[in-house]
């Protein structure tokens, strides 16, 4: 018990880091909104929305529904929904990089009409339904906290290697660009010497016919 202890103490650091993105905005008519979210390949990830009702205890009115379109950074569709007043998606990345989410509504509305959305969009470790786990699964508190701290451990391993093989990728790119640039600048300065070269050569064979020389 006292080794689950210290790792829990050591470890628990690493749950002050959000992986959530859960926000309240507003959206107007004739303006979209998209929301980027930056996924690893192969991370589960989930989202849900709806659209906070102008008069507190009535339904969302018709004018005030809403369109969602989820993307991948290829532009492929992972979700779509054309007025709806709320709604979820749960997907699986096959690709990595940044998703948009895309909120938009019908553009014909005169005077302009602002909505406010609540959206909470998570991935990786926090995407998992922890609660359902430790009902299905019987758990004691202490276990299931040590496995929501391993799932978070390894998601911050797996974010570092990522992080580490895009960091690479940047560093094969300048240094491409910087072996490019000293071939360019050496042909320049080549291209400039040759041009001074026949410079002097077509002055000096000038000077020669004139008998300057």
Known sequence: MSNQILFLLLVSPALMCSFV??????????????????????????????????????????????TLRVRSPYGNNYH?????????????????????????????????????????????????EWDKVAKKGQLEAMEFELKKLYG?????????FYLRGREEEMHDLNRATNSKMFTFSFLSLLVCLSVAGLQLW????????????
């Not at 303006?31 to 102008?54: F, R, W």
């Not at 451990?153 to 570092?160: F, Q, R």
């Open 21 to 66: 993105d859960s926000m309240r905005f507003e959206l107007k008519s004739n303006q979209p909104k998209c929301i980027n979210e930056d996924i690893k390949s192969n991370a589960l990830t989930v989202g849900k929305y709806y659209v906070v009702s102008p008069s507190e205890g009535y339904p969302v009115p018709d004018s005030h529904k809403i």
């Open 80 to 128: 779509f929904s054309d007025r709806v007043e709320s709604g979820n998606f749960a997907f699986t990345a096959a690709e990595a990089g940044d998703y948009t989410a895309c909120f938009s509504m019908a553009p014909d509305h005169d005077p302009v009409l602002t909505v406010i959305i609540d959206f909470e969009w998570r991935s990786g470790v926090a995407a998992r």
């Open 152 to 160: 978070t451990v390894t998601s911050i391993h797996d974010e570092m």
């Open 202 to 213: 077509h002055l000096k064979a000038f000077f020669e016919r004139k008998k300057l020389l």
